[in-house]
């Protein structure tokens, strides 16, 4: 078990630019969220993954946010045209995904600064 | 619309006291109500969870207590230690309606010696 693994830790950009955040999952966990934090508030949900299918989506906080998970293991958040607004801590989660909710893993983050 | 409210939003406990954190939801469709714990530069941790099942988990120094008519349920963490200084997050969820959990606003907890 080595933990869920995101990448960037840190990203910086400008506003109006596209960004992608990478997340791999535990190895056999087939359910993968993705959260957002905000400072001094607890996680937001923003979508999830059943394997490569996308369950949950209205969450997408708008048009501009995307996520994929091509071949049910890693998955990617997009942010296209970036506002300041979306500084935040993205984290992302996974389970085993048995049916029933269960204790979710999430990885360390990646932390947006819009500028 | 916040579905759980946590309180209280910090709170600075002597070692070897008792810290209580508290939580209240509003949907009675909530089944399901994890506690988790976040280090700086961390994701968050599950610490201890409860179902209505039970009034009261007992893991190690840390409790739940769940009131189903308040809807209302508290974490406390017995003989408090400085390790344990952390932020605490409630959250809730359906069990088995594949609902994503929904978390409080957290408690940032300070455990001094």
């Known amino acids: 078990d080595t933990g869920v693994s995101q990448d960037p830790r840190h990203k910086i950009t400008k506003r109006g630019q596209n960004v992608t955040f990478r997340c791999d999952p535990i190895s056999e966990h087939n359910r993968l969220y993705w959260y957002r934090q905000t400072l001094g508030q607890g996680p937001e949900f923003l979508t999830y993954f059943q394997n490569e299918a996308q369950l949950e989506k209205s969450r997408l906080l708008s048009d501009r946010f995307s996520a994929e998970r091509p071949k049910g293991s890693f998955s990617t958040l997009e942010i296209q045209r970036t506002e300041q607004g979306d500084s935040a801590m993205y984290l992302c989660?996974?389970?085993?995904?048995?049916?029933?909710?269960?204790?979710?893993?999430f990885g360390s983050g990646t932390q947006l600064s819009v500028l | 619309q916040q579905q759980v409210k946590q309180s209280p939003q910090s709170l600075i406990v002597q070692k070897g006291g008792i810290s209580i954190i508290n939580c209240a939801y509003e949907n009675t469709a909530f089944d399901y109500f994890p506690w988790y714990q976040q280090f700086p530069g961390k994701g968050p941790a599950l610490l201890i969870a409860i179902r209505p099942d039970v009034s009261e988990k007992k893991e190690g120094r840390f409790t739940i207590s769940f009131n189903k008519s308040a809807k209302q349920f508290s974490l406390h963490i017995m003989d408090s230690q400085p390790g344990d200084s952390a932020t605490y997050f409630c959250a809730a969820s359906i069990y088995s309606g594949n609902t994503p959990l929904v978390f409080g606003k957290g408690t940032r907890l300070s455990v001094i010696a």
């Open positions: 989660a996974s389970s085993l995904g048995l049916g029933t909710n269960e204790k979710l893993f």
